[in-house]
């Protein structure tokens, strides 16, 4: 299994730019499909952004298309997620999450298909 931990977290004000790491320790982590989701207070968990194994597939939620982006450097065993033009709404514990596939292109929306989950990390627009 792989254990996740996110950092970069923090409080912004509206307009500003954050960056989140998750970084992975345990099995080989260029084996995991990643993903980033969110959940805000009172709100269920949603899909922010998903990558495949190599990176060269990713996909976003419409609310932070255009804004946000998602990487990997598999030799870091780290995954990121830049966020540009933040939004109060954007206001959740952010959570990376990692999922075993064999398809190198395979992305998920669907948190059932990541069983890994990091501990998620506080992000705070303020407006």
């Known amino acids: 299994q792989v254990q996740l931990v996110e950092s970069g977290g923090g409080l912004v004000q509206a307009g500003g730019s954050l960056g989140l790491s998750c970084a992975a320790s345990?099995?080989?982590?260029?084996?995991?499909?990643l993903a980033w989701f969110r959940q805000a207070p009172g709100k269920e968990r949603e899909f922010v952004a998903a990558?495949?194994?190599?990176?060269?597939?990713?996909d976003y939620a419409d609310s932070v298309k255009g804004r946000f982006t998602i990487s990997r450097d598999n030799d870091k065993n780290t995954l990121y997620l830049g966020m540009n033009s933040l939004k109060p709404e954007d206001t959740a514990v952010y959570y990376c999450?990692?999922?075993?596939?064999?398809?190198?292109?395979?992305?998920?929306?669907?948190?059932?298909?990541?069983?890994?989950w990091g501990q998620g990390t506080q992000v705070t627009v303020s407006s």
């Open positions: 999450a990692a999922g075993v596939t064999i398809y190198s292109s395979s992305i998920s929306y669907n948190a059932g298909n990541y069983p890994y």
């Open positions: 345990g099995r080989t982590f260029s084996w995991y499909r």
């Open positions: 990558i495949s194994l190599s990176g060269n597939n990713q």
